[in-house]
C-alpha cells in the first residue's frame, strides 16, 4: 500500500532575487576584467573569474527553477526537481577549474612578476565588494531552503572574500609597493574556496546517487518505525533526497495479526512526518513477511522460516 504522494513544484520566490543578483554580478564582471587587464593586477583578474562564475551560477539556479518548475510527466513521474542538484554539482566543477586556473596563474606571477596599480585596484575591488553585499542580502533567504540555491549563495560569498582580499592587498601594495602580494592574495582566495567547493560537489553527489540525506540516520529511522504500535518489523528500507528537503522513504512492514493497515500506515507516515520530517512515503505492509531474493522480495509460505519475520 503507498500513502499519498505528494510531488510539489519547487517555490519561485528566490526567482527575482537571483535575477536581480545577475544583473548587478554581469553588469560589474564586464568592468573588473577590463580593470585587471588595464592595470595589471591577477589578484581583480582572480576576482573577476570568480565574478564570472557566480553569474554562470546565477544563470544556472535560474535555469533549474524554470526547469523544475515542470510538472511529472509519463517519462519523469518523479518531475524536474533534480535539475537543481546537476546544477549545484555543475558550479561545483566550474568553481575548482577556477580555483586551480587562479593558482597556476599566480605561480606565473611569482616566477615573473610585475608592476601593479593599487589605486585603481583598490577602486574597483571595494565596488565588487559592495555588489557581492548586496547580491548575498538577495540570496541568502533562499540559501537555507535550496542545494541550488546555495551553491548560487556560496558563488557570491566566495567573490565577497575576494573582493575583501583584494582591496587588503591594494591597501600593503600602496604603502609597500611589495607587488607579490596581489600574486599571493590570488592564491589565498583560490585556496579558501576550494574546500567549500568539494563540500558542495559532495553534497551534490550525495544526491544524485540517492545516499541517505543529511541529518537522517536510517537505523534509527527503523528503529523509530519497529516502536510503533501493531509493527513486527520493518525490512527493504530506503531513505534519499529527490532534491534539497524533498526526502522519499518506502520500506517493507511486517504487521501483527488482527491489525487495520490503512490505520497503521497512518499512524506510519505521522511519526516519519513529525520526527524526521520525511513527507513522501511508500509502505508495503506484510503478513506473513516476504522473503528477500537477488530479483526482488518474493512472499513465500510462512512455514519455511523457522520465524516468518526474518526476510
Known sequence: MSAAHNHALPSTGNERALWAALALTTTFLVAEIVAGVVFNSLALIADAAHMFTDAAALAIAL????????????????????????????????????????????????????????????????????????????????????????????????????????????????????????????????????????????????????GTPEGIDIDEVARTMRSVDGVEDIHDLHVWPLTSGKNSLTAHVVHAEGIETAALIGRLQSVLAERFRVRHTTLQVERPACRHAADGCNFVEARLHADPRVC
Open 63 to 210: 535555469a533549474a527553477i524554470r526547469v523544475g518548475r515542470r510538472p511529472a510527466d509519463a517519462k519523469r513521474s518523479y518531475g524536474y526537481h533534480r535539475f537543481e542538484i546537476l546544477a549545484a554539482a555543475f558550479n561545483a566543477l566550474l568553481l575548482f577549474g577556477v580555483a586551480f586556473y587562479i593558482l597556476f596563474e599566480a605561480w606565473q606571477r611569482f616566477r615573473s612578476p610585475s608592476e601593479v596599480q593599487s589605486l585603481p585596484m583598490l577602486v574597483v575591488a571595494a565596488l565588487g565588494l559592495v555588489i557581492n553585499l548586496i547580491s548575498m542580502r538577495l540570496l541568502r533567504a533562499g540559501s537555507t531552503e535550496s542545494l541550488n540555491m546555495k551553491g548560487a549563495y556560496l558563488e557570491v560569498w566566495s567573490d565577497m572574500l575576494g573582493s575583501l582580499g583584494v582591496i587588503v592587498a591594494a591597501l600593503v601594495i600602496q604603502v609597500t609597493g611589495w607587488a607579490w602580494v596581489d600574486a599571493a592574495t590570488a592564491v589565498a582566495i583560490g585556496l579558501w574556496v576550494l574546500p567549500r567547493t568539494w563540500l558542495l560537489l559532495k553534497e551534490s553527489l550525495n544526491i544524485l546517487l540517492e
